[in-house]
């Protein structure tokens, strides 16, 4: 059964850590760090098929989280929706959103493309802190609390095994894409795109596809983390977040299944290891990123893989 | 099969082609010749949708293709090759060759992250196909290499295999043995008659001399964008006009 649901050695690892480490909670602020961790997984997974496979730059998938969420908020508080409708219709709405921007921002390459997802993002962000009739402005608003038809999700366990099941079925559905002919089409994109062209694949087209798939897992992490937390602030949708993501990425490893989770936990997680620091918590912070980057260039999930590779070949 | 009418491309002030006509036949093969600049590439970009003519037109078959871009192209049956080598280096070689296939296979997002079964049966029979091409340039052992590994003469070659997983009637190759050495050379133009027996038409450009004279059916001679002569290889040899724009004007200083 395993096999013929493509359920892989590396998704039961994952569900097998998910379960354990619960038990080695003590209390309510490791659930949220975790809680936490998990959603920053999903919008990274998000942001990997579009930066490590596609090979498309975005400095404003932290915008786009947090424009999500306070689409959702903003149903649930203003207009009364529960939640699971108006974190369907924010996906909607983004989702629409992300596929009229791509269609110009896309065609730029490289530094020009990282400019206007930045332009994008700071705009999103602008709106976010100016429009406070709506918004809240800086001071952001509070949230109701998260119910599923009528249940209601009040403790840190039941948004831990929510963000879990949502982060393990998204990993497993992201393996089969990456694994099939679209996949393959993704990653032609990243090497070249005259190729790609030249045997017939319509490469505006599947930008436009993987950019709104990344948004739309960012739109619903970013409700998530709103409901999660009870409060929205225009500091979720900053440039600083959109920055954070793709560090995440690119330190877990660009185009590498499980170096989005790898790096948003561990990014996630260093910052809360790093306080008893004190006033050298920023700098041990960047400098564990630097030494990371230098001696793996390629993430940190390259070194796990090329570990496998080798105990494999030493099998034969 | 393939009939060019008076089309002109202009970059500022140079005509990179200009008022050029001509026509290709079916299963032939057809090499475009003539010096560096005189506007083969750009010809053959203007073929595959890359450039839009500024003014002429391009039938195949009867049918007007002026201007349809690359990619839906390939559904009609051109496939191309570049000078400077386009291979996903990021891709496995089998990967590379599996591309070709790509505009037969069902790429619909659901099925795609739920498993569907036709996707897993469609790439394992693509997969047979794509090793049954790299077999006919000795490649299928080096399948699951990473392109990037591999020297130029095999990428050279499998840019070629690639192009024929699209199933096309016309290939236009463009300097397909640019440095490749002698044997590799042969290997490409035994690869291309192979094609040809298939019923394949094929625009060839190329400065190896001595391929093109071995092995086109026609050739066409450009120079400074204009068509300088046409005819089967043995008249464009003894062609004085061509001679003259290849090794000079003859005038001694």
């Known amino acids: ?316 | 099969m393939l009939q060019i009418n008076r089309v002109t491309k202009q970059f500022g002030g140079i005509k990179a082609v200009d008022d050029l006509s001509f026509r290709v036949k079916k299963g032939s093969i057809h090499s475009i010749i003539g010096p560096n600049g005189a506007g083969k590439t750009t010809l053959v970009n203007m073929i595959t949708g890359v450039y839009k003519v500024d003014s002429g037109t391009i039938f195949l078959d009867g049918a007007d293709i002026t201007n349809i871009s690359t990619d839906k192209l390939v559904y009609r049956g051109i496939c191309r090759t570049f000078q400077n080598l386009e291979i996903c280096e990021n891709l496995t070689v089998l990967e590379n060759v599996l591309l070709g296939f790509d505009k037969y296979m069902d790429k619909s997002l659901l099925k795609s992250c739920f498993r569907a079964k036709s996707i897993q049966v469609d790439e394992a029979r693509y997969k047979q196909r794509a090793l049954h091409l790299l077999g006919l340039i000795g490649l299928e052992k080096l399948a699951d290499q990473k392109a990037e590994n591999l020297s130029y003469g095999i990428l050279k070659k499998l840019e070629i295999v690639r192009a024929l997983g699209t199933s096309p009637e016309l290939i236009l190759l463009d300097e397909p043995v640019a440095g490749l050495n002698p044997k590799e050379t042969q290997e490409v133009s035994n690869l291309i008659k192979t094609v040809v027996a298939d019923e394949v038409t094929i625009i060839l450009v190329e400065h190896d001399m001595k391929m093109v004279m071995q092995i086109s059916d026609y050739i066409t001679v450009m120079n400074f964008g204009k068509k300088l002569a046409q005819g089967t290889p043995e008249q464009i040899a003894n062609n004085e006009d061509v001679i003259r724009a290849y090794l000079g004007s003859g005038v001694v200083c």
């Open chain 1, 1 to 316: 059964m395993l096999k013929r649901y493509n359920i892989n050695r590396d998704i039961l690892t994952l569900s097998a850590i998910l379960i354990i480490v619960p038990f080695f909670f003590q209390n309510d602020f490791y659930y949220e760090i975790a809680i936490v961790s998990l959603l920053n997984s999903l919008i990274c997974i998000g942001l990997n098929m579009l930066m490590g496979y596609a090979g498309q730059v975005s400095l404003g998938h932290g915008a786009f989280a947090g424009l999500g969420g306070y689409i959702a908020v903003i149903l649930g508080s203003k207009y009364g929706i529960t939640p699971l409708f108006s974190i369907f219709i924010a996906v909607i709405t983004m989702a629409i959103f992300a596929f009229i921007i791509s269609k110009p921002i896309l065609r730029l390459k490289g530094h020009y493309l990282a400019m206007a997802t930045l332009g994008v993002g700071i705009i999103i962000s602008i709106v976010l802190n100016v429009e406070d009739e709506l918004t809240g402005g800086s001071d952001g608003m509070s949230v109701d609390s998260f119910t599923v038809f009528g249940y209601e999700f009040n403790s840190s366990l039941q948004w831990y095994v929510l963000c879990a099941i949502l982060l393990v079925f998204t990993i497993w559905m992201f393996t089969n894409l990456i694994n099939s002919p679209f996949g393959r089409v993704l990653r032609s994109i990243e090497g070249s795109e005259k190729a790609a062209n030249s045997v017939g694949i319509n490469v505006s087209h599947y930008k436009s596809i993987v950019f709104v798939l990344s948004v739309v897992i960012a739109t619903i992490a970013g409700s998530l983390y709103a409901f999660f937390s009870g409060f929205i602030s225009p500091s979720e949708a900053s440039f600083s977040h959109s920055i954070e993501l793709v560090v995440m990425v690119v330190l877990g490893g660009l185009g590498r299944i499980y170096g989005a989770i790898i790096g948003a936990v561990i990014l996630t997680i260093l910052p809360q290891l790093l306080t008893s620091f004190e006033d050298y918590q920023t700098l041990i912070y960047g400098a564990i990123i630097i030494f990371v980057m230098i001696f793996m260039p390629k993430g940190i999930a390259s070194v796990y893989e090329d570990l496998k590779g080798r105990l494999f070949a030493s099998n034969k």
